[in-house]
């Protein structure tokens, strides 16, 4: 496909037929592609910039935009300095000026605008910043004309194509990781296990296994290989790995020391075992469509993960820090969570205010330090700004101490007395559960204190020794 798309003399893009939302979204559109102050001025003072918003998100969110061949045929139309002209309905604009628009629906002052339109609202924030055209870049993560596969995985896991096996086959011609074989005759079992067998022989890294986040698993796949359908028990809102943050090393620098058995099923990896889960909460899943309801039912989820918390570590101001980072997997970037440095006090003013039985759920708000107060927002849509971020987080996970006393973030199907382990060449430490001689992989985990590799030194010293002997797993 490649080839077809770097040969041909023109590439157009079909978005649809145009319709109101289309017509709408155009003006938009117009206005945003050279992006001077004064378009941004007439966005700023149109008193019917939301329903403009709306018209573009619709727009945004066609089904051309999810499919995972269209990356091949943008990105590869637009080699050799050629142009790729986009058409809804009659309207039409070329790639670059549909890319210039989306660019500059992040200048700030149209940032500013979307948080006043949509204070509740992240997913539609994203989609109108980082949806449409940016959807179809070739990786987030790799800067490459020819990125890595995996960086293309990560990328593109949420697109759709009617064969599985396109999930990975079709970002394979576009990717510098040449040796990843694309057999149709293989079952999709047949193409996940190679894949993810090939990658981690190539890259020596066990990343790709964290990709996997114990959710439904109808290929009967081993648990270190990644469904790249990214299927879950939960499809409305998609788990959020620790790969988004691009800033965890928990084995250091080092490379995977690992194994496969002959018929790929079984992944033998070296690491350590730092420490195994004692008590745990239920797990949080983002659930309803009522906005207060939504709120209530994140507060709820937190009056839990705060209680097992404090029981056990004191609600100190050092401890504070310690549950709120862990409670949404570390620190995010302000861009994205601006309020994530006042989280613990926005919930409890919160939980005052919504949660009539928060004494009856046993929630007791701690002291907080007077400078951390003063910079709460005062408006309620801030402050439901701030669980609806901290929520799509916490979305399919579990909080939970380990026997060590280590606050955890933990996939939903973790359970007491799983394993909280290191892998040589991973990023994150992983959930292991022991079944009888070997081990299944439950997921990645973040793990206050550990993030950045500070266990390497010890098992460094001395691998042969305690608290951190090395061993292999045998990951079924």
């Known amino acids: 496909m490649r080839n077809i798309y770097k040969q041909a003399k023109n590439v ?42 709306e018209a573009l998100k619709v727009l945004f969110r066609r ?13 590869c139309g637009r080699e050799n300095g050629r142009e790729v002209q986009v058409f809804c309905g009659e309207r039409q604009i070329t790639w670059t000026e549909l890319l210039k628009m989306s660019e500059n629906m992040k200048k700030k002052e149209i940032r500013d605008l979307l948080v006043i339109e949509y204070p509740n609202d992240p997913t539609s924030i994203y989609s109108l910043t980082g949806g449409g055209p940016l959807k179809l870049e070739l990786s987030d993560y790799s800067n490459s004309a020819e990125p890595p596969l995996m960086a293309l995985l990560y990328t593109h896991m949420s697109k759709l194509s009617s064969d599985p096996k396109d999930k990975v086959y079709a970002l394979v011609g576009i990717s510098s990781t040449k040796k990843i074989e694309t057999d149709y005759s293989w079952s999709v079992y047949d193409a996940y296990v190679n894949t993810a067998w090939r990658l981690i022989n190539i890259t020596k890294c066990l990343d790709l296994i964290c990709v996997s986040q114990n959710d439904s698993n109808i290929y009967n796949l081993p648990s270190w290989v990644p469904d790249w359908e990214r299927r879950s028990v939960h499809p409305n809102h998609r788990v959020m790995g620790l790969h988004i943050r691009r800033m965890f090393k928990a084995a250091g620098d080092s490379v995977s020391v690992c194994s496969f058995s002959d018929d790929k099923k ?32 994140t507060l709820k ?71 951390l107060i003063n910079e709460v927002p005062k408006s309620t849509e801030d402050k439901y700004a701030a669980i609806s971020a901290a929520s799509l987080r916490m979305h399919s996970k579990c909080f939970a101490l380990s026997k060590g006393e280590r606050p955890c973030f933990t996939p939903r199907a973790t359970k ?14 992983v959930i ?44 079924h």
């Open 12 to 53: 157009y893009v079909w978005l649809g037929e145009a319709d109101a939302n289309s017509e709408r979204a155009w003006g938009l559109i117009e206005n945003l592609v050279n992006g001077t102050e004064t378009a941004i001025s007439t966005i700023v003072n149109d008193e019917a910039r939301k329903d403009k918003f």
């Open 301 to 371: 989820a937190f009056i839990e993960w705060w209680a097992l918390f404090s029981y056990t570590k004191g609600n100190g101001y050092s401890a504070q820090e310690e549950f709120r980072r862990t409670m949404c997997g570390g620190d995010w970037n302000a861009d994205y969570d601006k309020h994530h440095r006042t989280r613990l006090p926005i919930f409890c003013s919160l939980i005052k205010d919504l949660c009539a039985d928060s004494r009856l759920l046993g929630f007791t708000p701690p002291e907080f330090e007077e400078s």
């Open 266 to 297: 079984i992944l033998t990896a070296r690491g350590f075992i730092v420490d195994s889960i004692s008590e745990i909460t239920t797990p949080f899943y983002m659930e309803g469509d009522d906005k207060e309801e939504k709120v209530i039912h």
């Open 63 to 75: 089904a051309y935009w999810w499919r995972v061949w269209v990356i091949q045929e943008v990105n």
């Open 416 to 429: 007491s007395g799983d394993l909280i382990c290191v892998l040589l060449g991973c990023k994150y430490p």
């Open 432 to 475: 292991l559960r022991r079944i009888e001689k070997h081990f299944v992989l439950i997921g990645e985990a973040y793990i206050d204190g550990i993030m950045g590799g500070e266990l390497m030194d010890a098992f460094g010293r001395d691998p042969s020794k305690e608290p951190f002997k090395a061993m292999d797993f045998n990951i």
